[in-house]
């Protein structure tokens, strides 16, 4: 072969390589023959479980989140601990706070006795998350579909990788556009924290020490999560307004600086992102529509397709 020829060949395996880990391969129908209840059955079991406990539409959906900030949505956030690897869930944003692994575990035991090794845990977590945003209240969104399952996990990405929740507007900034999301995917993506609860101890220097929330609100929280210390689980809802439906009240919330984590007022403090949030604050249809986007974009970061990865059997461990 001449010379000339060997770089370019290398730079077009590389680029062929690249676009096999690509979302070209997803498709809304992809288990249409292979597994056609799927959907309807994660539908069920999402319902079932929201219904028993509300809470879990919340849950479902930050285990999305926290799976694709992770190596690309790749089910990685589900592993436990292996020898050779230390799994997501034990990291600092994940550790006692991560929810709904056992319904995950349902949904998938359920889908292996109608369908053996065909839907991947992946597919299952974007599944879930549409679903339960769709029960509350929220927009829907088409799931496209093929993802596959990591042989893998990382602890050290899931702390370096989760924005935490005394991030500035920079720091939120940089980690969402090191994922190719935009501010506006940011923005609109916060907005999930419309449902769910946080525990004190990551609220806790909010009411405590910042100086821009509203002083009523800040009260009425401090009896559950005293300065000293105690009280570290103990829960409040991320959108007073309406904490188990999903609508743009935590973007008032944050208007009237009542956001209850440090990072959320940090999208209205001043900076680059007041005009958007002030935006969804009065146009909910303009959030609901920025918001499914900006998770179909979500859903799509780093994803396994083709040949690479699996379809696990048990969510919680390699094949
Ligand atoms: C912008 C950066 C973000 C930060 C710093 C952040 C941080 C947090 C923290 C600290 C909690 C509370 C955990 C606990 O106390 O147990 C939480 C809860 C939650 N987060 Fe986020 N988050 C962010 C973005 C997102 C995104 C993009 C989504 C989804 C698309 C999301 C969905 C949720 C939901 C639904 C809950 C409530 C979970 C439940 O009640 O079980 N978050 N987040």
Known sequence: MAPALLPRLLLLLSATSAAAVTNAQLSENYYESSCPAALLAIRTAVTTAVLLDRRMG???????FHDCFVQGCDASVLLDDTASFTGEKGAGPNAGSLRGL???DRIKMLLELMCPRTVSCADILAVAARDSVVHLGGPSWTVQLGRRD??????????????????NL???????????????DMVALSGAHTIGRVQCQNYRNRIYTDTD?????????????????????????????SPDTFDN?????LLYHRGLLHSDQALYDGGSTDDLVRSYATN?????SDFAAAMLKLGNIGLLTGSYGEIRVNCRAVN
């Open 170 to 184: 920079n720091h939120l900034l940089t980690a969402f556009s090191k994922k190719g999301l935009t501010t506006t």
């Open 213 to 241: 929330i509203d002083a009523t609100f800040a009260a009425s929280l401090r009896g559950g999560c005293p300065q000293a210390g105690g009280g570290d689980h103990s829960l409040a809802p991320l959108d007073a307004s």
């Open 102 to 104: 056992e319904v995950i």
């Open 249 to 253: 009240g935590y973007f008032s919330g």
């Open 150 to 167: 990591a042989t893998t996990a990382s602890a050290s990405l899931a702390s370096s990788d989760l924005p935490g929740p005394n991030s």
């Open 58 to 64: 919340a849950s479902l959906l930050r285990l999305h």
């Open 284 to 288: 909910n249809d303009q959030f609901g």
